[in-house]
Structures are given as C-alpha cells and as structure tokens.
C-alpha cells in the first residue's frame, strides 16, 4: 500500500524551508528559553512564524526535554484557518513530513474516535494548515520518538472536544498539545491587557474563551473543561506579542504558553 504523506506547506514561510537552517533555528529558540520544570501533560502554544511567535512556543518545548524519554504520543489539535470543518477533522494520513523528517500518525488513536459523530475526516482541512504544522519541527527537536493525533478543530462544542480528548488522554506517554493564538490585530497596549484577561481566566479554569480572545479556543476550551476533571494546574510560561517580537505596535497578535501539569505548581516535577 502507498504511504500517504501530509507534506509540509509553509516551510520557507512560517519557518525555515533547509533542514540545517531549521535545525539551528529551532535549537536556538530552544537554548534561549527560559523553561520551568514541570511535568506538563498538556500545553497550549502559538502558532505564528518562528520570528513572532517561535520564543513564546520554544518557552513551552524546552520544559519536555527532561520527560523526552517518556513521552510516546502526542495529541496535536489546532484551528482550521483554511477549509471549514464541522468538528474535529482527522487528516486522513500516514505520516506528516517536515524538513526535520516524518513523523507517523498513530492509527491506533485514529481507530479509538473514528466512530465518534463530531470526528470526520478532511485530508482538505490539514493540506495546508499552518497551526499544527508549525509545532512539529519543535516536537522533533524535543522529543525521542513519538506518534502524533493531528486534528483541525472547526465548528464543534467544548464538550464535544472534552469527549475526544478523554478518549485520547492515555497515561504519561501521551502529551496533548493545543495550539492557539490570543488576540488579533490590536494596538500593542489594548492586546496587553485583553490577552492578560484571557490568560487569567485560562489559569482560573473559566471558559468559555471567545474567538475574538483567541482563535484556538474551542479547543482551548475543550482542554479546560478535560483539565478540570483531571485536577490538572495552570501555569503560565510566557505571554508576549508580536510587538514584543518582530512586529510592529499598531497591530499585534498575541501569544502564550501554557503548562497544564498534574501536581500543583510547587510539586517537584521529576520525583
């Protein structure tokens, strides 16, 4: 049987097209964070370009390395940007490819919600989707080996999210990653204080999130809603925007990473 692969579309865009290049680019943001040890079992991280938002995301990364031996799956979900998708749309792949090299997709996730009636599947919806695409080469950067669940959320409740993601939440090898943006398009001040409100709510526990506070956010709220019956704790890594980054003021986007982990926030995280 042919392989059915999901070939990178916004390498050369969001981040460097040349394995090297990507590689060193990756291991800088990477080096550079400022990452706190916990144990994460789930993480909410942006999605621009490497140049905006790669800082804020690397934030998130560097804290898996300690558990990169134990991580085997990643449960990757994100917003479809391009095609509309009622529910939660599986890509229809075998492997996703980036310049780093593949990464399978685990059929055996894939069979344990295929039945469920807000999960299709729209090999359309992931063809050119940047927001999971862009989390990969950090993933293979961070992680040992491992399987990936991508879904592109569309049109669906929290509650619907909640469901796949208790069907997918597996023990410590099985990390879920939810990939969002915060606010879009506001001067720099206005974006620091809407983003600060939503991220405060995220650390509360409350949802709904709007769209227009973020644009992951029916998957933002599904994880919070799966996060409360876990008891699982909020801790904030970094927020910044693009102003802070490599865009102009006038305009910005907004970005944060967020650890869910299964201590509170002062548990030691490798014992």
């Known amino acids: 049987m042919m392989t059915a692969v999901r070939s990178p579309a916004v390498a050369g865009l969001f981040y460097p097209a ?5 590689k060193q680019n990756v291991s800088h943001l990477l ?11 789930a993480l909410i991280v942006p999605h621009a370009g490497y140049i905006y938002s790669g800082a804020v ?9 300690p558990f990169a031996h134990v991580i085997r799956r990643v449960v990757l979900l994100g917003p479809a940007h391009r095609v509309a998708v009622r529910g939660l749309a599986l890509p229809g792949m075998d492997v996703f490819e980036t310049p ?4 399978k997709v685990d059929q055996q996730l894939v069979a344990a919600i295929a039945n469920f009636p807000q999960v299709a599947v729209s090999t359309e919806a992931h063809t050119l989707e940047h927001a999971l695409e862009v989390q990969l080469p950090f993933l293979q950067s961070v992680l040992d080996d491992f399987t990936l ?12 999210v909640a469901q796949v993601l208790e069907q997918l939440w597996g023990g410590e090898e099985t990390l879920i990653v939810v990939s969002s943006d915060l606010s879009h398009y506001l001067p720099y001040s206005v974006a620091q204080r809407t983003d ?19 644009c992951g956010s029916v998957s933002v709220n599904g994880l919070i809603i799966a996060a409360q019956k876990h008891h699982l704790t909020p801790l904030l890594l970094d927020l910044r925007n693009s102003g802070d980054t490599a865009g102009p003021r006038d305009q910005v986007v907004g970005y944060a990473a967020i650890a869910f982990t299964e201590g509170s926030a002062g548990d030691d995280p490798v014992n």
């Open 18 to 22: 040349d394995g090297y290049q990507l």
């Open 31 to 41: 080096a550079s964070a400022t990452s706190c040890h916990v144990r994460p079992k």
């Open 57 to 65: 995301a690397a934030s998130a990364y560097a804290g898996l390395v």
């Open 100 to 103: 780093l090299g593949e990464v």
């Open 149 to 160: 669940l991508p879904l592109a959320v569309g049109t669906a409740t929290a509650e619907a």
């Open 196 to 214: 600060h409100e939503t991220v405060q709510a995220i650390l509360h526990m409350h949802q709904p999130i709007a769209h227009n506070r973020a």
